[in-house]
T-cell receptor, first 108, second 114 residues
């Protein structure tokens, strides 16, 4: 069965500290993995996807097929990074499965 | 370029009633997906429409149905509403691109069933 697990509902870090939002997935084939972000009073939007291998707003995520993980990382958190983050999986078709989300709170 | 819009913003219905939610896709997008997001949960896939045909469905009963029109706008219809249908309903439009797949989400419709 396809599943996305985000073990932390809330992650609180200080400004300037490193941040890692965890995402583990369950899928038998080769999935497409995404991170979506929702800032306060804004709509859900794509942050990054694994096939692009890009860094957006200082965030990166590496697909680890051995550990079936796609953790989101940033070396120095900023207050404007405070938001809800969703990891999502698309497995060779039309269906995108989202995790339950992690709320990141960056303290001044 | 116009983004994804949804109407209405909020809606209150009584158990057993029927509801129609509407979505206008982003310009140039021919695919629309609908999601249900319960409080404290991530979006859950309901179904997807591509060029007016349903081409995929999640684990939702048949009382959840949809339509896509020639201009790629879409409707989500829910019959025989139940209390558990109370949620935020999101639509997302997309078009397959060479570099991958990106969905653009609307602001959502908040449905409350009493």
């Amino acid at each position: 069965a396809q599943r996305v697990t985000q073990p932390e509902k809330l992650l609180s870090v200080f400004k300037g500290a490193p941040v890692e939002l965890k995402c583990n997935y369950s899928y038998s084939g080769s999935p497409e993995l995404f991170w979506y972000v929702q800032y306060s009073r804004q709509r859900l939007q794509l942050l990054l996807r694994h096939i692009s291998r890009e860094s957006i707003k200082g965030f990166t995520a590496d697909l680890n097929k051995g550990e079936t993980s796609f953790h989101l990382k940033k070396p120095f958190a900023q207050e404007e990074d405070s938001a809800m983050y969703y990891c999502a999986l698309r497995g060779g078709g039309f269906k995108t499965i989202f995790g339950a989300g992690t709320r990141l709170f960056v303290k001044a | 370029e116009t983004g994804v819009t949804q109407s209405p913003t909020h809606l209150i219905k009584t158990r057993g009633q029927q509801v129609t939610l509407r979505c206008s896709s982003q310009s140039g997008h021919n695919t629309v997906s609908w999601y249900q997001q319960a409080l404290g949960q991530g979006p859950q896939f309901i179904f997807q429409y591509y060029r007016e045909e349903e081409n995929g469905r999640g684990n939702f009963p048949p009382r959840f149905s949809g339509l896509q029109f020639p201009n790629y706008s879409s409707e989500l219809n829910v019959n025989a509403l139940e209390l558990d249908d109370s949620a935020l309903y999101l639509c997302a439009s997309s078009v397959n691109q060479g570099g991958g797949y990106e969905q653009y989400f609307g602001p959502g419709t908040r449905l409350t069933v009493t």
